[in-house]
């Protein structure tokens, strides 16, 4: 990432203060702060206001935060708090901004407390998250890696799929697989579920064996470089039921139509309305339980959001995962998931995975 891009989001973060009404923002959403830093430990807080950007984190950062930010750090050994606040009323801050959704009543409570009276506060909601959604160029270089690596593992595994394999152990497969390809990690824990399970959209592997003449359904995503990357693909084992091969059929057309729906100025509600009108025709709409998709970056649930009610308009740059579903409970589930990126003049797929209807 160029030094500067960081630089760059904290100044248009800073740009939002005076319509926040603000003069300072503490950040305290750690993927927020590694989005407007470069810092990637486990432990930091933001202070950002014009001209001191202050980076908190602690002894064991020392070095790494040196390297990864431009920042002024300040490395606090013991409660990071008192720091902040002293940092606070030493520049004379007097109109914090505060992270409405990732603020534990404790840090609140502190703040109350320690600061002067005369001291504002203001909860805002989401506007780092607004100014993620949007990509750019080094941001999707990562994202486009990450994808890429996520479709080798799952590559690497296929061969070894097989009846009787245990659904945790073709997660640990897919895991190692990752690693070796060049991921830091999962972006989430790795779905592997075969027959009835896959009917539960967010199953944890078990011991239980793959089944014969069952579909299989694995949902994965590989972090890359601090970026995530989210696919899921449903697979026949053996012989499956001619059922499930029409069914099959429907999620892949219900997926295509969310798809074609991706362009810039619509709504996110658009694509996830494509999703359901084609599953609709096909009487399975009761069976598709979530949202059509999400945004993924920094973390693997971001916004925009593809759901019913979603206002939020689709901007060139965003990422989103297209992912329609359906679930029939005690018979088992169907989903197929890309990863889209909203480009100029529509959309580009940037899963390189096939997704026609594949028996193993
Ligand atoms: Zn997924
Ligand atoms: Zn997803």
């Known amino acids: 990432m160029p030094d500067n891009e960081f630089q760059q989001r904290r100044a248009r973060l800073l740009e939002c203060f005076p319509t926040l009404q603000l003069d300072s923002f503490l950040?305290?959403?750690?993927?927020?702060?590694?989005?407007?830093?470069?810092?990637?430990?486990?432990?930091?807080?933001?202070?950002?206001?014009?001209?001191?950007d202050i980076l908190f984190t602690d002894p064991?950062?020392?070095?790494?935060?040196?390297?990864?930010?431009?920042?002024?750090?300040?490395?606090?050994r013991g409660p990071m708090l008192p720091k902040v606040v002293a940092a606070i009323a030493r520049h004379k801050l007097q109109m914090l901004g505060l992270e409405a959704a990732y603020l534990p009543h404790l840090t609140h409570q502190f703040l109350r407390e320690k600061l002067p009276l005369r001291h504002e506060f203001k909860l805002i909601a989401g506007q780092i998250e607004q100014h993620r959604m949007v990509k750019s160029a080094?941001?999707?270089?990562?994202?486009?890696?990450?994808?890429?690596?996520?479709?080798?593992?799952?590559?690497?595994?296929?061969?070894?799929i097989r009846p009787g394999l245990r659904e945790m152990d073709l997660a640990a497969e897919i895991d190692y697989r990752s690693r070796r390809e060049g991921a830091s990690g999962p972006s989430f824990e790795t779905i592997v579920a075969s027959g009835v399970r896959a009917a539960l959209p967010h199953a944890r592997p078990t011991a239980n064996p793959i089944e014969p003449n069952q579909l299989l359904l694995i949902d994965m995503g590989a972090t890359r470089e601090g970026y995530t990357s989210d696919m899921t693909r449903t697979l026949g084992i053996g012989k499956p039921s001619t059922f499930w091969k029409q069914t099959y059929r429907a999620v892949l057309e219900s997926q295509l139509a969310a798809i074609e729906a991706i362009r810039p100025g619509v709504k996110a509600s658009e694509p996830d309305r494509a999703a359901r009108q084609v599953l609709e025709q096909h009487g399975l709409e009761k069976t598709f339980t979530h949202s059509t998709g999400h945004g993924l970056g920094l973390e693997i649930h971001e916004a925009p959001r593809l759901g019913r009610k979603e206002k939020t308009k689709l901007l060139e740059g965003m990422v989103v995962t297209v992912e329609p579903g359906v679930y029939l409970e005690g018979k088992g589930g169907i989903r197929i998931e890309d990863t889209v990126l909203v480009t100029r003049t529509g959309c580009r797929i940037l899963t390189?995975?096939?997704k026609e209807w594949m028996v193993l």
């Open 60 to 76: 064991r950062y020392t070095i790494q935060a040196a390297q990864e930010t431009t920042c002024h750090v300040v490395t606090v």
């Open 352 to 354: 390189p995975t096939p």
């Open 138 to 160: 080094s941001e999707l270089a990562r994202i486009e890696r990450a994808v890429a690596t996520n479709s080798k593992a799952l590559d690497a595994v296929l061969k070894r």
């Open 27 to 52: 950040v305290t959403h750690l993927p927020n702060v590694h989005y407007l830093t470069g810092f990637t430990g486990s432990n930091a807080m933001l202070l950002a206001a014009p001209g001191r």
